[in-house]
């Protein structure tokens, strides 16, 4: 059973940015692929980016691409989220997630899922 614990949420002013931070524990974390996922209000939740294990590999939903950046330390066992230039619409929980498969850009495709962090951009 991996647990996944999220940080660094906060509120922030549009242009500004913010460091996401989820640490795992409880399982061998380099053999999962991890997510992050957001759900603004009255939304569903969707995908935002995503790191394969060897961390060469990642994806991002194309509103965020350009701005945020996806990173993993396996020895640390933690996944980042860099997100620059913050917007507005941006506003939402965030979720770490963590897959064995692949990990593609699908809430179904993730086994684990941390508990959320708050995001809020004000313009």
């Known amino acids: 059973q991996v647990q996944l614990v999220e940080s660094g949420g906060g509120l ?3 242009g500004g940015s913010l460091r996401l931070s989820c ?3 409880g399982g ?3 053999r999962y692929a991890m997510g992050w996922f957001r759900q603004a209000p009255g939304k569903e939740r969707e995908f935002v980016a995503v790191i394969r294990w060897s961390g060469g590999s ?3 939903a194309d ?4 701005r945020f ?7 640390k066992n933690t996944v980042y989220l860099q997100m620059n230039s913050l ?5 939402a929980v965030y979720y770490c997630a963590a897959a064995i498969g692949l990990g593609i850009p699908s809430q179904y495709a993730y086994d684990y899922w941390g508990q959320g962090t ?3 951009v004000s313009s």
């Not at 509103?63 to 350009?66: R, W």
């Not at 950046?69 to 020895?75: F, L, Q, V, Y």
């Not at 917007?87 to 506003?91: H, Q, V, Y």
Request: overall charge neutral; cysteine-free; charged content about 20%.
């Open 58 to 60: 990642t994806s991002y």
């Open 63 to 66: 509103s965020v691409k350009g």
């Open 118 to 120: 708050q995001v809020t």
């Open 12 to 14: 922030v002013q549009a």
């Open 23 to 25: 640490a795992a524990s």
């Open 87 to 91: 917007k507005a619409e941006d506003t």
């Open 69 to 75: 950046t996806i990173s993993r330390d396996n020895a």
């Open 28 to 30: 061998t974390f380099s």
